[in-house]
């Protein structure tokens, strides 16, 4: 039965036979292996509620260690043994949902959160199994201790029966001891110590402790040996590495302690040693798996941090360079070729970074997905990192083979360069990823120099991006109104609504620094929604105070549409309900659509301004003749305005006005007119350029030369004026 079809409590009694299978033959129990199963039940029950539970609590990991020793699991194969069959078996059989979601919750991220829960379990388990077993030894070190001192106090008759008890303590014990003479000769040695330098007696015993040194020890060990053969210092812990004969290396817990005789005086020196090779190995496991990317070996975003941290806390005059790699097109790779392809991609581009980065102080990282960072330290970092990045676009300029395909690999880098302790690890690599961007926006496979302008203006255009979901909220936005003036008689005919945004910090910012913002976030529909409702609603406060039936007509309100409106499939029936609600009639409201967002197209685009156009609202082709777009396609278009960019009226700012400006004025408008288009001007800001337009037969016009964008009252107070 697979565990996916088990029940919670089978699964866990399935966790707890490979548990005891695994631990049985290195344990020292009178038990039957059933008898020692049931006594491991409850302790697996413990390990899955410490998978489970929302907040992690190690005493709880920490109980089940302590309990593998009071069970008498004290062999430090036991504790390995233990970390391996949680590692292997505790996700699969214990986590939550492994029954139900089965392979699928291995591509989530609930998995990845098990393993890391069972990683700290493992840690937690050792950190029991250790304390326990410490405080045993320490135990059996006082038995051992009294062992002594009644050995040396009690009568001739007793010191043998006192003798043989230290005998079966010292050599019982589950820990390694020896006993040395003040000079450092090993004297006696028990069981357990030789076998942790290999089961050979006649090595250890008559050795001198000096020779045991490795090159890992500290001053500070020898001088606290020295303290205590001179009588000066009891007893001293520390963690000290030997060799064994074989070579290999023993790490241990090793607390020396000093015999005196009954007068005082130093006679021996008593040493136990813990094991701990096993669980520093483990350590050490985790630490890299912890500090390195599981898939190229790389550093990863934990360990390069703290190697930038310490190279921007150096002293005066240190220097670092950074270079933010991001490879250009690869979602490509793994949209077409799979994210195996993907992968090898990406650790053939690792080992070629790697081999560029072997300078002393220079070292590369994989922040994730297919972004790498290299880091140089040193006093000439300006030039290195700058050779460093070349070598980098070098690395990559050849094609890497996968999967029999050789794909071309291009990256886009940042660098940022200077001396340290000016900025912290997160400003540096935030310079970096914008610096890296914006190498990428100018076409990538190149890198780019660190800029504190352009990073201020990134900055401000990300906090900009990221206030804008609340400032629709929170009523920052208002709208202002251009009039619109007939030519023919300069009558205010209507008004182009305007929005602005009323930053709280930045105060009053234009449309075009947040409108792209708003485009590229999707924010745009609603807000657009929301400028249509309020300019509908003037338009008709306008004709509800004007008066409807007054010449020259009710005054137009023009808003503008940008072509993600244009897609948004609720745009008819949000433009309905609008003018509905507001009572205002569609040939009150005109729609301005930029001609580059018509350049080719479709009908099933151009199908609700066409459904717009029949109920009588007014469709303008706005910015005319800056896209470049086909004469012809005008006839298929469901416009009935046309607005001029200002571009037109710049080149009758001077006069005589450019006559070749003139003839294409003159040539559009015929053009229109005969298409029974209407033709409104942008950008009139002279008398001279008003006269102009009006010879040239154009209708409507705006500027500064009749009014800036304001208020709606004030568009009201000019409306009245010309009623007069």
Known sequence: MSADQDGPEDRLRRFATIWSRALFPVTATSLTRPEFESRLLPLARQLRAALDERVFRAAASEHVGAALVEAHCTEPEALSRTLDVVDAYLVLYCGAGAADEGAAAAETGDREELRARCSRIQHAVAAGFARALRERTRAEQE???????????????????????????????????GIADLRGTVLEVNDALIRMFGGLEHQLRGRNVAEWTHPDDSPHIWRLYEELVRGDREHYRVEKAFYRPDGTVLWTNLTVSLLRDADGVPQYQLALMEDTTERRLLNLRLRYEATHDALTGLPNRTLFFERLEKALSAGAGARFGLCYLDLDGFKTVNDSL???????????????????????????????????????????????????????????ATPIRVDGRELTVRGSIGIVEGPAAERGAAEVLRSADITMYRAKHAGGNRYELADPEADARAITRHGLTTALPVALERGEFFIEYQPLVHLGDGSVRGAEALVRWLHPQHGVISPDRFIPLAEHTGLIVPLGRWVLEQSVRQARAWEAATGADQAPGPLRVNVNL?????????????????????????????????ESALIGADDDLLKPLRRLAEMGVDIALDDFGTGYSNLANLRRL???????????????????????????????????????????????????????????????????????????????????????
């Open 143 to 177: 038995a051992i201790s009294r062992a002594a001192l009644d050995a040396r106090g009690t009568v001739a008759e007793a010191l043998h029966a006192s003798e043989a008890r230290f005998r079966a303590v010292f050599h019982g014990a589950a820990i390694g001891i």
């Open 562 to 594: 940008s072509p993600c409106q244009l897609t948004h499939p609720g745009l008819v029936s949000d433009t309905v309900e609008i003018l509905e609600r507001a009572g205002l009639a569609p040939a009150s409201l005109c729609l301005e659509v930029t």
């Open 338 to 396: 799979g994210h195996a392809a993907g992968d090898r991609l990406l650790v053939e581009v690792a080992d070629r970074l790697q081999a560029c980065a072997t300078a002393p102080g220079e070292m590369v990282a994989r922040l994730g997905g297919d972004e790498f960072v290299a880091l140089t330290t040193g006093p000439d970092t300006e030039h290195e990192v700058d050779e460093l990045a070349g070598r980098i676009m070098n690395a990559l």
């Open 638 to 724: 469901p416009v009935s305005i046309l607005k001029l960019d200002r571009a037109f009226t710049q080149g009758m700012q001077h006069f005589p006005a450019d006559p070749v400006d003139l003839k294409i004025i003159e040539g559009i408008v015929s053009l229109a007119h005969s298409l029974d288009l209407a033709v409104t001007v942008e950008g009139v800001e002279t008398g001279a350029q008003a006269d102009q337009l009006r010879e040239l037969g154009c209708d409507t016009a705006q500027g500064w030369y009749y009014a800036r964008p304001g208020p709606p009252d004030r568009l009201h107070e000019l409306a009245l004026a010309d009623a007069t």
